[in-house]
């Protein structure tokens, strides 16, 4: 391999891995491998449309004084992801305050942030957060439209279930499998001379690969996108009230909690008390596609009167692995049975694709060498 072609296919790895960051990160709500900010809240550590390198707050480990976190906001510009400095702590959660305001977001009507609020990290090397130019302008620019594609494709089909992060993950699998198969047909129109080079061509890994990916991000989204972390505001008073949210000091209130799967295929839920004081019966629970069943939340009021904020962490995970195997992988750590769907639905995606589309280069063929469409259709035989 020349130098020349090192490089263009480092430049072609990393235009790839961005994309995939943004699209995943349309998908699933939150910053992937790239944030970004839109206002001018962090300057001048992060102008607007600046990115940023986001590591997820799962192994981000501890925040601490002094980070630059993106966490779902409660109040600031009505709620939503937000990215702004810890600039202290307290028993209720972190001090936040974006870099280029006089206040604290708690001077105002946002409640201290907890970790169940923080869905990111921002690497700081040597201390200072590295900024990347331009990458909000892309990324809204792809989220504006994706949402125009939606809405076009409703108005064709009159399905709304191609609305939102659901209707992403179907088009994004929809187009792979468009592109996949189109690149395969286009083969039987190809009338040019076999360039015999190693280096020329498209190489069919890649491009399987490429869709495997798509694959992979698509029911990644599934199974991230419906679950997180739910708040949940309880008064703690001296006699009960109607409703669930009053309840008297020290005793506890069960209410229906439904949970919806809007997915063909079935999902099962696992649930996790981030603080005390707020339960889900059963904590796993299988989903049929496209139903609803009924779980039981139950909520706890603390002994001392007044308002508490309780969490609740939600997990979902395709069932196509069986329902013991994610459960093992779950109690290890919840991010194992996302890794082991994904890698079994990419990998058998790409194994398929390899097996009936073979694993060389796409090359021109000449008018009497049989067509790629040709020889797949020898393999199905």
Request: proline share 6%; aromatic share 6%.
């Amino acid at each position: 391999m020349t130098l020349r072609r090192g490089v263009e296919l480092g430049l072609e790895g990393a235009m790839a891995l961005f994309l995939v960051a943004m699209v995943a990160g349309q998908l699933l709500g939150q910053p992937v491998l790239l944030g970004y900010v839109t206002t001018g809240s962090m300057q001048p550590t992060l102008d607007p449309g600046d990115g940023f390198v986001a590591v997820p707050a799962a192994i981000a480990g501890p925040v601490e004084e002094g980070d630059v976190v993106t966490f779902r906001a409660e109040e600031l510009h009505g709620g939503g992801l937000t990215t702004h400095r810890v600039v202290g702590e307290n028993d209720r959660g972190y001090v936040t305050r974006g870099d280029n305001n006089p206040f604290t977001d708690q001077d105002g009507d946002e409640p201290p942030v907890t970790d169940a609020q923080i869905v990111a990290v921002a690497w700081q090397p040597g201390g200072a957060v590295l900024a990347i130019p331009g990458v909000g302008t892309l990324v809204t620019g792809t989220q504006d439209s994706i949402a125009w594609l939606q809405q076009r494709l409703t108005l064709l089909t009159g399905s709304r279930s191609l609305l939102g992060t659901q209707g992403i993950a179907y088009l994004l699998v929809a187009l792979s499998f468009t592109a996949y198969v189109a690149d395969v047909i286009a083969g039987s129109d190809r009338k040019r001379q076999r360039s015999r080079s190693r280096e020329t061509g498209t190489n069919v890994r890649l491009v399987l690969a490429v869709f495997a990916a798509a694959v992979v991000l698509a029911a990644t989204a599934a199974m991230v996108a419906p679950a997180g972390s739910t708040e949940f505001g309880v008064v703690s008073a001296e006699s009960d009230a109607p409703g669930s949210r009053v309840i008297e000091t020290g005793t506890s209130e069960s209410v229906p909690y439904l949970l919806q799967n809007g997915g063909f295929i079935p999902v099962v839920a696992y649930f996790e008390p981030v603080t005390d004081g707020v339960d889900v019966q059963p904590r796993e629970t299988r989903i049929p596609g496209r139903a609803t069943v009924n779980a039981t939340l139950v909520l706890t009021a603390p002994p001392e009167t007044g308002y508490y904020r309780q969490f609740l962490v939600e997990h979902r995970y395709l069932l196509v692995l069986p329902q013991s195997t994610i459960r093992a992988l779950y109690e290890v750590h919840p991010w194992l049975p996302i890794v082991a769907i994904d890698s079994m639905l990419g990998g058998s995606f790409y194994l398929l694709g390899a097996a009936l589309a073979g694993t060389g280069r796409v090359r021109t063929r000449s008018r009497n060498s049989p067509s790629r469409f040709d020889r797949l259709l020898s393999r199905l035989r």
